[in-house]
């Protein structure tokens, strides 16, 4: 079966449970979970899961009809219609060219954060499919480290 990629945006009580409960659920029937961002949503008692998942459209009703189930779950959306933005932080040798770097964070609606004796990180925040390009494309630099954030998304 085609397996898609997939963005689920899960309205949450804000409780202790609430993030064990849905990776349970996930893990419980054999769905991987790509990346998993969650943060509190401001002056509410909520807070807003947003998961990237593959699979197809059986599997994706199906994981949504078992998250409206799940107690402190107050709304799922899945859509075609989200923005989507993503964060990478990357480190690189000072010994590379401050502006070459620099250059290729600004490309990628990026910039440079810090400097030190040893190394220059460099942070970039773009569309998903972007962030997988700058990866690509920093290479070059070398990298010592790349940290990548999940994907955070609203829908429109």
């Known amino acids: 079966m085609n397996q898609e990629r997939h963005i689920i945006s899960v309205i949450v009580q804000n409780e202790s449970s609430a993030l064990s409960r849905i990776s349970g659920l996930f893990a419980g029937r054999g769905y991987n979970i790509e990346s998993l961002t969650v943060a509190p949503i401001p002056n509410e008692n909520l807070s807003r899961l947003t998961i990237e998942t593959f699979g197809n459209r059986k599997t994706i009703d199906q994981i949504e009809k078992q998250l ?15 923005v989507e933005k993503e964060m990478v932080l990357v480190k690189v040798p000072v010994s590379q060219s401050l502006s070459d770097v620099s250059a290729l964070c600004q490309i990628y609606n990026g910039t440079i954060l810090n400097i030190s004796d040893s190394s220059i990180i460099g942070m970039v925040a773009d569309e998903p499919q972007r962030v997988k390009f700058f990866i690509q494309a920093i290479q070059k630099f070398h990298p010592i480290e790349i940290v990548r954030g999940g994907v955070v998304a609203l829908e429109r």
């Open 68 to 82: 409206n189930k799940l107690i402190p779950v107050s709304k799922v959306v899945e859509s075609d219609d989200f």
